[in-house]
T-cell receptor, first 114, second 111 residues
Framework: AQSVSQHNHHVILSEAASLELGCNYS??????LFWYVQYPGQHLQLLLK??????LVKGIKGFEAEFIKSKFSFNLRKPSVQWSDTAEYFC????????????FGQGTELSVKP | NAGVTQTPKFQVLKTGQSMTLQCAQD?????MYWYRQDPGMGLRLIYY???????DKGEVPNGYNVSRLNKREFSLRLESAAPSQTSVYFC??????????FGSGTRLTVV
């Protein structure tokens, strides 16, 4: 079965530090990849998505992610985080034969110190 | 505003009670989903409906039933609630190009 793994459960950074959150998936076929953010007390919001084409995807709020097919990875990056980036981040995948089901990783909680 | 509407937002149940979580979308999406969110486990798919008239089990279907009433509505029923079903439940829908939209969630506590 398809699965998604996020390596870091909780990341603590100071403002202006660079961010990279890891995401690996297990599925050998065509995939669509997503990063979602959930601010405290709110529902999920889409940060960015990859379907095909340029493996470097730019999203909202200065986030970007790189799809590396050979490593089954889709890591999220931001050059300089802000206190307002404090949230939980979820990587998610749909596989070509899974009927559009979105499978999520466990989530990474990001705390940014002012 | 277009989107996914879930009711109720909060609910407390006693063990053994039943309840139905309602979800409706107004984006003409074919597919709808129910997830539960638990700390450290991300969102796990309970049931989904790829189109009106069809439903399928997800990762954690035990203890739940669903009904795709029409294209707009997809309800989740707990027949006999258990403390292990204490969670935050999210409904979602998706259309072409996997544009997913999530509801604001239902926080359920079973005591």
């Amino acid at each position: 079965a398809q699965s998604v793994s996020q390596h870091n459960h909780h990341v603590i950074l100071s403002e202006a530090a660079s961010l990279e959150l890891g995401c690996n998936y297990s599925y050998g076929g065509t995939v669509n990849l997503f990063w979602y953010v959930q601010y405290p007390g709110q529902h999920l919001q889409l940060l960015l998505k990859y379907f095909s084409g340029d493996p470097l995807v730019k999203g909202i709020k200065g986030f970007e992610a790189e799809f590396i097919k050979s490593k089954f990875s889709f890591n999220l990056r931001k050059p300089s985080v802000q206190w307002s980036d404090t949230a939980e981040y979820f990587c998610a995948v749909t596989a070509g034969n899974q009927g559009g089901k979105l499978i999520f990783g466990q989530g990474t909680e990001l705390s940014v110190k002012p | 505003n277009a989107g996914v509407t879930q009711t109720p937002k909060f609910q407390v149940l006693k063990t053994g009670q039943s309840m139905t979580l309602q979800c409706a979308q107004d984006m003409n999406h074919n597919s709808m989903y129910w997830y539960r969110q638990d700390p450290g486990m991300g969102l796990r798919l309970i049931y989904y409906s790829a189109s009106e008239g069809t439903t399928d089990k997800g990762e954690v279907p035990n203890g739940y039933n669903v009904s795709r009433l029409n294209k707009r509505e997809f309800s989740l029923r707990l027949e006999s609630a258990a403390p292990s079903q204490t969670s935050v439940y999210f409904c979602a829908s998706s259309g072409k190009n996997y544009g997913y939209t999530f509801g604001s969630g239902t926080r359920l506590t079973v005591v």
